[in-house]
Every structure is written in C-alpha cells, then in structure tokens.
C-alpha cells in the first residue's frame, strides 16, 4: 500500500496569487498524478508528474498556469499560479503501484479563490 | 486507450432495499477497476477492486462487484442500502500494461430515502 500525505489540506487565497501544493509518499513509486475536481464533478487529470523531467498535461492544462516538479519518487508539487475563482476546486494527488495496479489518493486540497 | 461510462448520474433507493451503480469499460489493456465512494466534503475511500483475481469482489459496508468480461460491466450492488450510503460513487479503471493513470467515471450521486 502506500499512504499519501498532501498539504495544505485547504486554503483560501486571493485572485492573482498562486498556491503550491505538496505531495508526499511514504514509498517509492514510479505513476504519480495531479487531479481537478470542481464542484459537483467527476476527477480530471492534470497531469502525469515524471520524476526528473516536465510533467506530461492533458488538454486544456498548461505548465504556465500549473507547473508540477518531481525531484524524486517520493515527493512532487503542483502550482495553481495566477489564480481566479474559476480555480476553485479540490486538487489531488495520486500514485498507482505499477505491480498490481493499485491506485491511492491524497486527501485533496481544497482551494477557494477569492 | 480506456473509458469508464457510470450509466446513472443519480440513483434513488429506499432504505433496506438493493442498490445497484452500473458502470462499463473499455479498456485495450487489461483491466483493474476499482470503486470510490466520496462523502459530502470527504476524501475518496476505496470501496473494492478486481484485479485480475476472482471476478466477484467484495468490499466495505456490504458492497460487491462483479466483473464480466464479456459484458465489460463492473457493476456496484449491495443487497439492502442504509441512510449512511448516501453519497457519490466513483468507478476507476486502470490499464495493465498501458499509462497506469486511473481514468474516472462521471459519478453517480446515490440518494437514500427513510
């Protein structure tokens, strides 16, 4: 198993700041990803964080407005940069064991822009 | 390439009668999926997963799933569902051999009356 630990677990800020994001695994592992989730909807992928390298984005994320860093296999940031009221959503973190395809999930981070 | 289509944005049931969240795949690899289950301002708590093991899993609070193939359905039941059920169901599907990312269905919001 792996047990995710993600900071800050909530937050209000101010439109035109940014927020980083933090996410911890207590072991190593080689998938590790950032999710949106708006109010009422269903989880959208952001990005695939790669250890060592840029993150790989869906459509409709850039890394201008969400710039991710992965310095090693157990630690990664997301950056909601520049921020408005349409960024308010739960933000996640999640790593998949690629051994037996097991998914695990931070808590989320709420964010509310104001 | 893999999708997961949850067929009910919302089921309704009575208390102590069955449950039953339909949810289909396609996936080019093969399969693990998984159910979530997210209460009102609450983090994903894993529900069950079949991973390749026994096709008729069982998970938490009384809830199984069966996986067919031929049908790929994962479909959510529980034979008689309780006011503490109320919530949003999620079903995962992760490709074996593919990205690894968990690709999340829409949900489906599970209302419970007395």
């Known amino acids: 198993s792996a047990v995710i630990s993600q900071k800050p677990s909530r937050d209000i800020c101010q439109r035109g700041t940014s927020l980083t994001i933090q996410c911890q695994v207590d072991?190593?592992?080689?998938?590790m990803f950032w999710y949106r989730q708006q109010p009422g909807q269903s989880l959208t992928l952001i990005a695939t964080?790669?250890?060592?390298?840029?993150?790989?984005?869906e459509s409709g994320f850039v890394i201008d407005k969400f710039p991710i860093s992965r310095p090693n296999l157990t630690f990664s940031t997301l950056t909601v940069s520049n921020m408005s009221p349409e960024d308010s959503s739960i933000y996640l973190c999640s790593v998949v064991h690629s051994m037996n395809t097991e998914a695990f999930f931070g808590q989320g981070t709420r964010l509310t822009v104001v | 390439a893999q999708s997961v289509t949850q067929l009910d944005s919302h089921v309704s049931v009575s208390e102590g009668t069955p449950v039953l969240l339909r949810c289909n795949y396609s996936?080019?690899?093969?399969?693990?999926l998984f159910w979530y289950v997210q209460h009102p301002n609450k983090g994903l708590q894993l529900l069950l997963k079949?991973?390749?093991?026994?096709?008729l899993v069982k998970g938490i609070n009384g809830f199984e799933a069966e996986f067919k193939k031929s049908e790929t359905s994962f479909h959510l039941t529980k034979p008689s569902a309780h006011m503490s059920d109320a919530a949003e169901y999620f079903c995962v599907v992760i490709a074996s051999g593919g990205s690894y990312i968990p690709t999340f269905g829409r949900g489906t919001s599970l209302i419970v009356h007395p």
């Open positions: 996936s080019s690899y093969s399969p693990s």
């Open positions: 072991s190593q592992v080689t998938m």
């Open positions: 079949y991973t390749s093991a026994a096709t």
């Open positions: 964080a790669n250890q060592g390298s840029e993150a790989t984005y």
